[in-house]
């Protein structure tokens, strides 16, 4: 049973196809990655499935639900929730709020209670704050929970952008480049964090340029080339198709 | 303690304790001005300093609650305290029909959108003198509660203090619930709001409502107490004070804006003794404290004191 559909996805941008008559289903419960060189459409494609871009054409389906044309906070309502390639933090607020921001789709307060503080709200408040908590120390960052976020590293902050997707209980979960400009080191511990989540039983689309991660932890993967699909298929399929080490990996890369 | 039953005890206290210093009618007469200033101030940093938005307009919902209460009252001989919550509840609907179109533009366009707002509201309250007086103004009855009206510097001191607690109050609880935290966000990064299941907009027009609320009620008490109107409180000129205050007491903090509405109230009386150099040494002051206080006021001063500390 596929969690998300995808049947004749086109956008355009005055003349220029980012991405061209795309047909994929990505199954529940796996590791689905995208790759493809640089301009191939990823992040457009990205985009397109979390409502920020509207298709030129084709529709997004989430189950049976159409999808297609909604704003991007009915896509997280929905459950689908992602992460950015060019970071989103809140640096106006801690890392904590910040993850506590992404319990909001699952606080149920009026605007009266929240201008008189009604005691169910300072309770909600608690428990949102532990929640946050325990997701913080999930990604591997308790250490930072009281940090104002500007002044966190580069590798936590994409862990902390992590946590807060997390902590809108999505049902997938779409990772924009997580292991970019990180260090071989911290490249690992997003490999072994992706695997964790894949087993928490969250669908993870992971869109990748680290070919290494990609073959570790990827059920699935799609090849894109000029927003077209190359291929598609586990990791060892898409390694031996010829189109795709000529396209992607180069007429060198055996 | 958490840090906003401290501010607003803090703040209780001043409140309290301020009219040991006030010796004659005048010192109350600028206390309650920076009151009602502070209660405006209040709301429009939520919608600034938390929210991000900003509104070149705001004098215009000032003087419509101001209006609406003198001419529900005058004209139309309505209980003041009924013409009071009327012309709030109005200026919100208001509010929202205007926020939802002008809210979908961002920086730039959004300030020329409420600049334009601000004008047009001034410009029709200068015009229609039959309803409105025209240039020349209008009396207001006083405040009338429970049979016994309004009157005098102290009492009213009283009331303004109690409003503005309340007002602080309300703004404190709502930047620290999910609410306060959507708008904090969409601060941060709309586009990071949205796909955690922030909707901006919603969010945008409803922070715009309860600024021009806080407004519109320091507008109606200002008639109020005033017992006269007159369109010098709705001009342009008044809206950019208003953003001023809140710019100079530091943005995203409640305290911040009521020191700023304090500041800045006081300190052109404090002038006068500079004659027509008054508000040249105004303008010193405010390019000074944006070259070297760029957060404004009150966070720079947690800041120093604090060491490192976000802002609240």
Redesign the interface.
Known sequence: MSLLRVEGLSKEFGGVHAVQQLDFAIPAGQVFSIIGPNGAGKTTLLNLLTGIYVPSSGRILLEARDLTGRAPYEYAARGIARTFQNLQVFFNMSALENVMVGRYLHERCGLPAALLRFPSLARAERACREEAESLMRFVGLGEYAQSPSDAMPYGALKRLEIARALATKPRLLLLDEPAAGLNPTETLGIDALISKLAESGVTVVLVEHNMKLVMGVADRILVLDYGKRLAEGTAEEVRRDPKVIEAYLGAGAH | MSGRTASLATLAGIVLLLPLALQNNYYYEVAIQVGLNAIVCVGLNLLIGYAGQISLGHAGFFGLGAYGSAILTARYGWPPLAALASATAGVAVLAYLIGRPILRLRGHYLAMATLGMGIIISIVIATEDRLTGGPDGMPVPALAAFGAALSGERVWYWVVGATLLAAVW?AL??V???????L??L???E??????????ARHKV?VFVISAVYAALAGSLTAHYAGFVTPAKVTFFHSIELVTMVVFGGM?STFGAVVGAAVLTVLPQALTVFKEYEMVVFGAVMMLTMIFMPRGLVPTLALTLSG???PR
Do not use: C, F, Q
């Open positions: 309300l609880n709502l620290d619930s999910p609410h306060g935290r959507a904090r966000a601060h941060g990064s586009v990071g709001a949205e796909v955690t299941g922030i909707d901006s409803k995203a490192r500390r976000l």
